[in-house]
Nanobody, 122 residues
Framework: QVPLVESGGGLVQAGGSLRLSCAASGRTFSSYSKGWFRQAPGKEREFVAAISRSGGVTYHADSVKGRFTISRDNVKNTVYLQMNNLKPEDTAVYYC???????????????WGQGTQVTVSS
């Protein structure tokens, strides 16, 4: 288990931007791939983006490609999700996750943060 803490959520108008951060404690941060998932009210949690341990491989869901970018700083033990051109349908609780291999499924990740709310108004 890797303790993860998300921050950066909030209320933004459509077309605006937010940057989510996910900080992890411990010296093993760079040993884990990281991912972002989100869950909107009444819907199942869905994959948003993932990044490999070195940052050399990234995946983004089709719904966010060209708007969201995942990145990581292994010195600061932090992974980021830059979200641009936000849409009302991006409204959800966003969760950070860590796992041994980079993937797009929830089962690829064993550690989860508590989530941060993102609300996009029209």
């Amino acid at each position: 288990q890797v303790p993860l803490v998300e921050s950066g959520g909030g209320l933004v108008q459509a077309g605006g931007s937010l940057r989510l951060s996910c900080a992890a404690s411990g010296r093993t941060f760079s040993s884990y791939s990281k991912g972002w998932f989100r869950q909107a009210p009444g819907k199942e949690r869905e994959f948003v983006a993932a990044i490999s341990r070195s940052g050399g491989v990234t995946y983004h869901a089709d719904s966010v490609k060209g708007r969201f970018t995942i990145s990581r700083d292994n010195v600061k033990n932090t992974v980021y999700l830059q979200m641009n051109n936000l849409k009302p349908e991006d409204t959800a609780v966003y969760y950070c996750a860590a796992g041994p291999l980079v993937g797009t499924k929830e089962t690829d990740f064993g550690s989860w943060g508590q989530g941060t709310q993102v609300t996009v108004s029209s």
